[in-house]
């Protein structure tokens, strides 16, 4: 996906700065993001949550301006508007454990202001359909498995087809099918939509996201497709025998082989980089610590 113009972008933001009490947690932030699903990339504390929430209207910029849906925000009435087209999956989706899944996801439709009580209640149906949880629909939360309960709260943030959806780690804690039934939800909603899908797993992004922002210490990094991100590590990854120290990292492959990543001596066996490779090295300092077991 091309960076989209401004008329064409979903969400629009500009020099983004938002600090909790003193504490900086995003500075100088700035992107757009058009239809498709865009990954947010970032070690820990890197801003990701913070730029989520503020996206979802749960916080207030402290600088710069942030365009959503072609509205901006900062009034109350801005934030109504915005709410009322955007579908959000946080973190702790605040699952009601007594609630059955149909009666959350009818809950947050309340919320969502869909006032007529049938086609609501269509809605609710169509919702937990399309998250595979039709069979379930009146078990009450606190009986389901971690990956349905999962399912329940993206059920919510799909109900009433929002135009802008904001995932915020979807994936984590799921098993490896679950997480492959996941990624094809998530391709699909993101068919005419645009959904921002904040992840520490390389591979879900590289396998779902036309487009990638990574964050780092509250500033952007990187943005555009993965492939780019991809293509930093090319030339600079390479196989041996052994651990090679002059590697910025290097670890031992379930094949007796090092994968080293860093500045390959001459004559090296060069492999093609990954995405993960690129998003290493772009976070050079990162690299050290885990990556050399
Ligand atoms: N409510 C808060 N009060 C004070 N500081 C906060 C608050 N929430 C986050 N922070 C700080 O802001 C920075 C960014 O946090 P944020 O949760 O946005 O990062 P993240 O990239 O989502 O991290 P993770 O991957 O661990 O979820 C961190 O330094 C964090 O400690």
Redesign the pocket.
Known sequence: MATPTAEQAAVTVQDLAVS??G?K?LTGVSFSLGTGVTGLL?P???????LLRTLATALTPSLGSVTVLGIDPRTPKGRKAVRRRLGYLP?QPGLHPTFTAFEFVDYIAILKEMTDRRTRHDEVRRALEQVGLAAERGKRIRTLSGGMKQRVALAAAIVGDPELLILDEPTVGLDPEQRMRFRELIADLGEGRTVLLST?QTEDVSALCGHVVV?DAGEVRFTGPPTTLAALAQGRVWSSGERDPRARAGWRTGLGTYRNIGAPPAGSDLLDPTLEDGYLLLLDAAVMPGAAA
Do not use: I, P, S
């Not at 820990?44 to 913070?50: L, M, P, Q, R």
């Open positions: 909790y009490r504490h947690a970032g820990n504390g890197a801003g990701k949550t913070t973190q520490h964050l």
